[in-house]
T-cell receptor, first 115, second 120 residues
Framework: AQSVAQPEDQVNVAEGNPLTVKCTYSVSGNPYLFWYVQYPNRGLQFLLKYITGDNLVKGSYGFEAEFNKSQTSFHLKKPSALVSDSALYFCAVRIFSGGYNKLIFGAGTRLAVHP | DTGVSQDPRHKITKRGQNVTFRCDPISEHNRLYWYRQTLGQGPEFLTYFQNEAQLEKSRLLSDRFSAERPKGSFSTLEIQRTEQGDSAMYLC??????????????????FGAGTRLSVL
């Protein structure tokens, strides 16, 4: 079955320290991978995507993600965390079904950045 | 560009009542998606439109659920005879594609703020 796993329910980081939010996937074929962020009572905001090419993808707000095909991972990273980065982060993979596509999301990881 | 708009933001209803939600996608987007998100979970796909055609429906979408997208613009999601298990956040997303298969670099789904449904 095609799926996305986010193994950590919560990640705690001190402001100014680097952060990593983990994501692993299981899909057939080449994956299209995405990261979204959700603030309280808000919809999901697109951060970045990997389709093909360079394994290190840069996105919004200083976030980046590294695609690792052998480990089937797509971890989200930021060199220096801000308190305002505290939110719920979702990894997603695009599934192609009958020529059409939809996103399958992980359960989410809550990031808490402490001053 | 005002983004994806959803109305209402919150809906409280009694079990057995019908409810309807509206989604206005980004104007040039031809694809529209509905997802459901319950507490502590990621969004789950419900259904998908390309222009006015509903092309895919999840098994999560029971017979009590119906979605439309007349004229390929806004979309409505109706839930009939609501149950307490329908309580969730209903998210709408839209995207633009230059073709099928999802190979376009423009195929990013942009989400609205959602409609939170509480069934009492």
């Amino acid at each position: 079955a095609q799926s996305v796993a986010q193994p950590e329910d919560q990640v705690n980081v001190a402001e100014g320290n680097p952060l990593t939010v983990k994501c692993t996937y299981s899909v057939s074929g080449n994956p299209y991978l995405f990261w979204y962020v959700q603030y309280p009572n808000r919809g999901l905001q697109f951060l970045l995507k990997y389709i093909t090419g360079d394994n290190l993808v840069k996105g919004s707000y200083g976030f980046e993600a590294e695609f690792n095909k052998s480990q089937t991972s797509f971890h989200l990273k930021k060199p220096s965390a801000l308190v305002s980065d505290s939110a719920l982060y979702f990894c997603a993979v695009r599934i192609f079904s009958g020529g059409y596509n939809k996103l399958i999301f992980g359960a989410g990881t809550r990031l808490a950045v402490h001053p | 560009d005002t983004g994806v708009s959803q109305d209402p933001r919150h809906k409280i209803t009694k079990r057995g009542q019908n409810v309807t939600f509206r989604c206005d996608p980004i104007s040039e987007h031809n694809r529209l998606y509905w997802y459901r998100q319950t507490l502590g979970q990621g969004p789950e796909f419900l259904t998908y439109f390309q222009n006015e055609a509903q092309l895919e429906k999840s098994r999560l979408l029971s017979d009590r659920f119906s979605a439309e997208r007349p004229k390929g613009s806004f979309s409505t999601l109706e839930i009939q005879r609501t149950e307490q298990g329908d309580s969730a956040m209903y998210l709408c997303a839209s995207s633009f594609s230059t073709g099928t298969g999802g190979s376009s670099t423009k195929n990013i789904q942009y989400f609205g703020a959602g409609t939170r449904l509480s069934v009492l």
